[in-house]
């Protein structure tokens, strides 16, 4: 459980990126004061309401402020930073004093059902890449960024464990 104070401002990173400011159990997006999610917890699924659409997802990985999140079929990844600690890595990437990690790794673990490009490709930022298949659920692994596929370290058929290499990017 995620316990929030009240009225504390968090950046949301990953494909795209969001400052939120917590009220309540609500979550208001600053980019228009009319966005609103909300988040209900069913069972081991969450509900996200976003501006009266409804998505039914359930979190594969919390590592810290790490979270990797599966929502109708597709893996997502993202970053919660307080908006002090956003903006302090920002500026240490900005001057290449800390460096992000390239490989995409499994967020779960599951067999490999297809592979979407090839080694050299040149992708973007959201990019589907393969295909991993885990509980019966076919996931997009998706490029967080946008790059060359450099070595493809897995094979259509094998099964992976959380957090094993599967593309390493340049």
């Known amino acids: 459980m995620i316990r929030l104070k009240k009225n504390k401002k968090f950046v949301v990173s990953g494909e795209n ?19 609103k999610f909300t ?19 359930e979190v594969a990985e919390l590592k810290q402020n790490k979270c990797t999140v599966i929502v109708n079929g597709n893996t997502y990844s993202f970053t919660i930073d307080t908006e002090a600690s956003f903006q302090r890595k920002e500026s240490l990437i900005k001057n290449n004093q800390l460096k992000l990690n390239a490989n995409v790794e499994a967020p779960m673990p599951g067999k490999i059902t297809e592979i979407l490009i090839a080694q050299g490709s040149q992708v973007e930022k959201g990019t589907a890449l393969l295909l991993l298949e885990a509980m019966k659920m076919q996931n997009q692994i998706l490029s967080h ?4 596929v450099g070595k493809i370290r897995v094979r259509t058929g094998e099964s992976v464990m959380v957090n094993q290499v599967l593309i390493e990017m340049e």
């Open 17 to 35: 990126t969001f400052t939120l400011k917590t009220q309540d159990y609500n979550v208001l997006s600053s980019r228009t004061r009319k966005d």
């Open 39 to 57: 988040l209900q917890k069913n069972d081991d699924n969450y509900m996200v309401s976003f501006n009266n659409e409804h998505f039914v997802g």
């Open 145 to 148: 960024q946008t790059g060359t």
